[in-house]
């Protein structure tokens, strides 16, 4: 079992940059992959960023691709995604999401492929 929690999120001007983290406590997460989603009022949760459990491997959404970057630290068993540039359409709240597997599955892109999930946390994009 694997508990996340994020944090980071804020009110910051368009163009501007955030550091979102997800601390993991319980077993096991150096053997997970990660990954962020966001979902925005009214809208599906929307998959942002994945990483393997080594991080060797990443994949993006392309809206967000050359904007964000997805890491971790198994070390300190926390994920990141360094949020820049952002545009009001970022505007969302960010979750996290740890799946059993140290792979990208082709389910990297869908909830459904995720097995546990943070509370989450807000970035407010104002224009």
């Known amino acids: 079992q694997v508990q996340l929690v994020e944090s980071g999120g804020g009110l910051v001007q368009a163009g501007g940059s955030l550091r979102l983290s997800c601390a993991a406590s319980?077993?096991?997460?150096?053997?997970?992959?990660m990954a962020w989603f966001r979902q925005a009022p009214g809208k599906e949760r929307e998959f942002v960023a994945a990483?393997?459990?080594?991080?060797?491997?990443?994949y993006y959404v392309d809206s967000v691709n050359g904007r964000f970057t997805i890491s971790r630290d198994n070390a300190k068993n926390t994920a990141s995604l360094q949020v820049n540039s952002l545009h009001a359409g970022d505007t969302a709240v960010y979750y996290c999401?740890?799946?059993?597997?140290?792979?990208?599955?082709?389910?990297?892109?869908?909830?459904?492929?995720?097995?546990?999930w943070g509370l989450g946390t807000q970035v407010t994009v104002s224009s």
């Open positions: 990483i393997s459990s080594t991080g060797g491997t990443t």
């Open positions: 999401a740890a799946a059993r597997t140290p792979y990208l599955r082709s389910t990297v892109n869908q909830p459904t492929g995720y097995d546990y």
């Open positions: 319980g077993r096991g997460f150096s053997s997970y992959a």
